[in-house]
């Protein structure tokens, strides 16, 4: 699976917009790319997955560029509750393999 | 709510004992996996199970066994317990077992001190 790269940290204010950024450069064309979020001792919660479409879902909308090297969640109003710890992973589809590899991600800080 | 449940919550217990933690997926759901997390660790996958069966093995100790029963429950087992045991354990189910359904759905986790 394809490594991403993260910032570590990130704020906004509470009803704005969050876009928490990713890179995966060295993306395969097989590989999905997913978030997951982990609020503090919480089990992780999957959040949304695409290939190379923007995919929108009641929680987020993912941006990934057209050469798929970066991607960009989008929390449209960001509230107290979405502070976490947030993960992005490339996942290869059809592979027999499935766990999921966590790197350090990025931490949300959503500010009232 | 995931759907997935985890028991018990806590658990606390010493070194050289045996624990034994619990997972019932979501409805419908045929493959669990079992995490690891520790502070200095992240979160490190130990197992996988689908329909009864074995399916990948990650980074998961002797001195940890598992196996998923017929009614898709999972349990875990860990003997010998050592300090560095202590770390919270998350299981989780997806649909599918890799060639669909990586959207895995984790549990609330079980907190396991060795004192």
């Known amino acids: 699976d394809a490594k991403t790269t993260q910032p570590p940290s990130m704020d906004c204010a509470e009803g704005r917009a969050a876009n928490l950024p990713c890179n995966h450069s060295t993306i395969s064309g097989n590989e999905y790319v997913y978030w997951y979020r982990q609020i503090h001792s919480q089990g992780p919660q999957y959040i949304i997955h695409?290939?190379?479409n923007n995919e929108t879902n009641e929680m987020a909308s993912l941006i990934i560029t057209e050469d798929r090297k970066s991607s960009t969640l989008i929390l449209p109003h960001a509230t107290l509750r979405d502070t976490a710890v947030y993960y992005c992973i490339a996942l290869k589809w059809g592979g027999a393999n499935s766990k999921l590899t966590f790197g350090k991600g990025i931490t949300l800080s959503v500010r009232p | 709510d995931s759907g997935v449940t985890q028991t018990p919550k806590h658990l606390i217990t010493a070194t050289g004992q045996r624990v034994t933690l619990r997972c019932s997926p979501r409805s419908g759901d045929l493959s669990v996996y079992w995490y690891q997390q520790s502070l200095d660790q992240g979160l490190q996958f130990l197992i996988q199970y689908y329909n009864g069966e074995e399916r990948a093995k990650g980074n998961i100790l002797e001195r940890f066994s598992a196996q998923q029963f017929p009614d898709l429950h999972s349990e875990l087992n860990l003997s010998s317990l050592e300090l560095g045991d202590s770390a919270l354990y998350f299981c989780?189910?997806?649909?599918?077992?890799?060639?669909?359904?990586?959207?895995?759905?984790f549990g609330p986790g079980t907190r396991l001190t060795v004192t």
């Open positions: 989780a189910s997806s649909v599918g077992q890799g060639g669909s359904g990586y959207e895995q759905y």
């Open positions: 695409g290939l190379k």
